[in-house]
């Protein structure tokens, strides 16, 4: 997994690279614009997600500020759990709510200090791993309801003919209504007993 700097500064693109590199991320995107950030994660496009798993976006920028790009990254259903630290050399205020609301999940303060921006990647990533599983046990628990059909209750069956009277009054033959509530398919043997009294030796 990668990790993405946009920034329009050379200084501070480089500044960032080396202290995450020095911190054991290997693979480390650079870009110069949110434009260009665009491109990395292929949002001009449908095609397959880029394999980002945290953005430090820079928040002033010349052709597009940091907020902006973030909200359009956020509006792509694929990145909309994609953790985005905002780097800023104002100090927290009023663009915090702004930043927040447009989907950053915290934010980091020039000059870069290592710790900080280490400690608060750190914690932004352990959340979108923890998000990432709860979401795939989410998906596997919804997958594994789609796939069983259980029958609770009473059901009302005619005592002789042994037809079932569904929530609409309707009557089914066991077969058809078994069918159409379950996953169960029949094959129809005859019992022992029944071939005893059918074709008796």
């Known amino acids: 997994m990668s990790i993405l700097v946009v920034d329009d500064s050379p200084e501070t693109r480089s500044a960032l690279q080396l202290i995450l590199e020095d ?73 915090l709510a702004t930043a927040f609301a447009a989907g950053a999940v915290d934010y980091v303060t020039k000059p870069i200090k290592r710790l900080e921006l280490l400690t608060r990647m750190s914690s932004a990533l352990k959340l979108k791993r923890e998000m990432d599983r709860r979401k795939a046990r989410e998906e596997e628990l919804e997958q594994a309801m789609q796939e069983i059909k259980v029958l609770r209750g009473i059901l009302p069956i005619c005592a002789q003919c042994k037809k079932i009277r569904d929530e609409r009054g309707q009557w089914y033959t066991v077969e058809s209504y078994i069918k159409g509530h379950t996953e169960v398919d029949f094959s129809h043997v005859i019992c022992p007993d029944c071939l005893d009294k059918q074709f008796p030796r």
């Open 23 to 95: 911190a054991g991320y290997q693979q480390v995107l650079v870009a110069e614009s949110a434009h260009e950030a665009f491109q990395r994660l292929g949002l001009a496009n449908a095609s397959a997600p880029a394999d980002v798993e945290l953005v430090l976006m820079d928040i002033m920028m010349p052709d597009m500020d940091g907020v902006e790009a973030c909200r359009r990254i956020k509006a792509d259903k694929r990145y909309r759990d994609l953790p985005i630290l905002m780097v800023t050399a104002m100090k927290a205020g009023a663009f």
